[in-house]
């Protein structure tokens, strides 16, 4: 069984981070990767090298995703790079700064819903086509457990990913008619380098909690990516994939 679609995957913000690990990941089942970037080119020629070093193909796109313009933009390109074809999204491009809500400004809310959330929604709606063409695909949005769970600081990211989660499950009732699942991955906190010496209280108090006492790691966020895009995913459709540790199983009370 193939487990990943025919046609070029592309996964927005794959520079560094979780976006690159998903990257790895979908080229490593055999996928033909575009990996989207918006301003380190030398991030993503980095992604780029290290698919191309192990046997795969991969293209770099850059582009703004925070207008619709940009957005179709970099799906086009995709697309071209590959022929035409299109076999999956992955909405991984976010912001996640942190900024008190009494003090924040309508420029910055607005800094954060645009990248995190009308991306999703403008991505979305220009791969679409694109997927049906090549007989149905899968889109795969990133949110996080933010967004039932928000953090001081967080007001404006948790509220796009909780926007996130709505859009794959009203997405996934539009667009399966046509042969598009739609899904979202919540991670918890992702294992970073520098991120324990940077939060190092925050990184305890995960810990603790954490069944097992580790962080998430960013190549198991990518297999359930790699796995809603997979025909072993076929009868999943407007589903939020929790991937976390156990930490949400956790009483809060």
């Not at 995709?78 to 035409?84: D, E, Q, V």
């Not at 600081?153 to 739609?182: D, F, N, Q, T």
Request: charge should be neutral; include cysteine; charged fraction near 15%.
């Amino acid at each position: 069984m193939r487990l990943v679609p025919s046609g070029a995957v592309l996964v927005t913000g794959a520079s560094g981070g979780i976006g690159r690990g998903i990257a790895l990941r979908f080229a490593a089942a055999g996928a033909p990767v575009v990996v989207h970037y918006r301003g380190d080119a030398a991030g993503a020629a980095g992604t780029v090298t290290l698919i191309e070093r192990e046997g795969g193909s991969a293209h770099a796109v850059r582009g703004d995703l925070s207008t619709e313009e940009g957005c179709r933009a970099v799906v086009d390109e995709a697309a071209a790079w590959c022929g035409g074809g299109l076999g999956a999204l992955v909405n991984n491009a976010a912001a996640q700064p942190v900024q008190p809500l009494p003090g924040m400004t309508e420029g910055e809310w607005r800094a954060v819903v645009d990248t995190n959330l009308t991306s999703v929604f403008a991505c979305t709606q220009a791969a679409v086509p694109l997927l049906v063409e090549s007989g149905g695909g899968s889109v795969t949005h990133l949110a996080s457990i933010e967004a039932a769970n928000p953090a001081p600081g967080h007001a404006h990211y948790s509220a796009s990913k909780a926007a996130v989660i709505a859009h794959a499950r009203a997405a996934a009732l539009e667009y399966g008619p046509r042969g598009v699942r739609v899904n979202a991955v919540s991670p918890g906190l992702v294992e970073r380098p520098g991120l324990a010496a940077q939060w190092p209280e925050g990184v305890r108090r995960w810990q603790a909690a954490a069944p097992g006492g580790r962080l998430v790691r960013a190549e198991e966020v990518a297999d359930a990516c790699v796995f809603l895009a997979s025909p072993l995913a076929a009868g999943i459709n407007g589903h939020n994939l929790v991937v976390d540790r156990g930490v949400s199983a956790r009483p809060t009370w």
